[in-house]
């Protein structure tokens, strides 16, 4: 057990130290979120009545933009040289590097969400009706289900044709509850109409079952050649 | 087997046709909708075909992956008849047949329960092996077909009784657009793999697909009690003549679907067994260096150095 | 479908009815094949002979269509431990250092300390102070760096995939000679390669493989020169 969380470890520091040497892709990431705010501010008039209703899908969308171009070099670097088999063929456990890559993701959309919310809340005039640090929970257990399962499926996409494709196709349909829970219960919040406990709950849920599932079956998808 | 291919097909198309006779003449017309509601009698059948096809692609999915070690394939088994027995009885105590909703009967549950564990051994029992995979690709492509007749004629039919063509409320509508996206992002995957364990890995899909199923559908129902939608066709009970030319549709749309299965099925098989003997064909032959060079096969995508 | 296990004796690898099947085209076509433990082996053949197929089947990185493949008496992935594998490509992180990267890989070991990568670069004959990123070794070092993740946790069995393809004559050598002392030591060690010569005189075995299949197993290259210069 000790061994497990100490690779778990080890690989998370050494991702992070490799994305901090060359920041090139943090940096181009950033830039994008910047970008996809700019264009949804555009596209949804900020002055307008409804945009406080639908601000919630708005920002979501974004981040799930975002997260998808984080996710797609999940596993670049260990397909470079080969890294990849250098670790299937250690008595290292599959599931240790996984949690380590989830982790990793977790932070840099993290990061990414921390840029573009405040642009969000500047550019809309954001105000929460309802209890605002709810909107934690919310943003925790989301940004959790869009990565675990994001992962797991860029580990899944390695060994097909049109990686970067395969990723949003196999992600998007399995996160459709994910999306309406973080979606609904933003909304729920930011208007004060509704209540979001039920949408957090929701969540909560979905993290476990497919936390649970990735945990199961990342080593068959690993062990895929 | 093969002869009993085209007795089967004609039979089908008899039945096809008596259900559509049903379906357009016998039938009562609806008191608040018309002739329009006729559609039911290929909207609902098409949903629960394709329910049945992806569930049967989920049994085999799942035990797929489970064979894949003799102590999980045990472990499996097991958990399935735990929940066969759990199933049967639970419903029955009164506590929990308190909590049931109306209309929802124990002895009904219990059927349904003790069905899906008894298709898991007979899957498990009529499929060994890899004619499993081969029966998950099969019902995930025909499923997908009943899937879109559904998601085809449910617009079709909101639009005159509703005004509207889509309702995202609406949970029957939408949980099945999600499993439709689900299924069509298995075909691609299957469709795209490189792998060697692509068998696996959708298998592995599948397996997330289910789990998603019942999120979906309560995320939705929930949204729904906040926000009230119409419901896209209809609820509550049905005249008894239609539930009849309801359940001969049903029974059609089954021999079809059947027959569907069985053709992609044998041909599915073939293919493979076309492709491994092309692979080996070589097994058979010297290793002369002069023949293989005027063979000269060389691999064109796959197969490392 | 993971290779079954069949009862071998421990002391051997054995390979039996293997087939590794990519589609339409199968890269090994029945491979029968014992290999006695403590030996040096060369594997021989034109490409796409099954050479790098097959050493991957040994690692566990290549689950067989059909057929075993037994790692002194376990399958690849329970001797895990016991394989070193080394690959056309580096397995190396390019951004890291030689020493960053060996200590990575230390942990996915369990070896505990730097002595332990320190000791190995300075057998593969570089400076474990080298600060410098992989990326920007020359190709004789990263091979050099490659050999010493591969013999890092000091397994009895080796697969080196072309570990001399592009590297200078010198380093060649100074490889060869630090295979020749695991060898002597006891480890097992399967080799692929092109210049099979470099390894005359210190290997106990060449194999030779056509089509998906061993044609050949014998003591010396030299001899059959002729062969290897068949078209």
Known sequence: MRSFWSITLATLTKDIRLEWRSKDALNAMLFFSLLVVVIFVFSFDPLAEESRHIVGGLVWVAFLFAAVVALNQTWARELRNQVLDAYRVSPAPANALFVAKVLGNFLLVSVLEALMAPLFVIFYNLRALGPAWQLIPVALLGTWALVVNGTFFAAMSLRTRSRELMLPLLLFPVSIPAVLGMVAATTNILTGENSAHFYIVLLLTYDVVFTTACLALFETVLQAE | MKRAFPILAVLTALLLGYAFYQAMWVAPTDALQGDVYRIIYYHVPSAWTAFLLFFINFIASVQYLANAKPSTQRAAKWIVIAIGVIGAIVPFIPQVRQQLPTGMYPSSIATTVLIIAGLYFLVGRYFPGQSLDLLAVTTAEVGVVFCTIVLVTGPIWARPVWGIWWAPGDIRLTSTLVLWLIYVSYLVLRRFSDSAQTQKLAAVLAVFGALDVPLVYFSIWFFRTQHPQPVIGGGGSMDPRMLHVLLISWMAFLCFAFLVCWSRYGLEKLRREVEEAEALESLLEPADPSERTSKGRVPLSRGPQ | ?231
């Open chain 3, 1 to 231: 479908m993971r290779a079954s296990e069949i009862p071998a004796a421990v002391g051997i690898i054995s390979v039996s009815n293997l087939v590794k099947q990519f589609g339409r085209f199968a890269a090994l076509r029945g491979v029968d094949a014992e290999f006695d433990a403590g030996k040096f082996h060369v594997i021989l053949g034109d490409n796409g002979a099954g050479k790098t197929t097959l050493l991957r089947a040994l690692a566990g990185l290549a689950q067989p269509t059909r057929g075993t493949v037994s790692i002194l008496g376990k399958t690849p992935y329970d001797a895990c431990r016991e394989i070193g594998y080394m690959a056309h490509t580096s397995m190396l992180y390019d951004e890291m250092s030689g020493m960053e990267n060996l200590r990575y890989f230390a942990r996915l070991y369990d070896i505990a300390g730097d002595s332990r990568c320190e000791q190995v670069i300075h057998a593969v004959g570089l400076d474990p102070e080298l600060s410098r990123p992989v990326g920007q070794y020359s190709q004789g070092m990263r091979q050099r760096m490659s050999l010493a993740r591969a013999i890092l946790h000091d397994p009895k069995i080796l697969l080196l995939d072309e570990p001399f393809s592009n590297v200078d004559v010198h380093s060649a050598r100074e490889m060869v000679g630090l295979l020749k002392g695991m060898s002597d030591a006891g480890k097992t060690i399967f080799v692929v390669t092109h210049q099979a010569v470099l390894l005359e005189g210190v290997a106990d075995e060449f194999v030779w493989m056509q089509a998906g299949q061993i044609v050949d197993r014998t003591n010396h290259f030299a001899t059959d020169s002729a062969r290897a210069e068949e078209p």
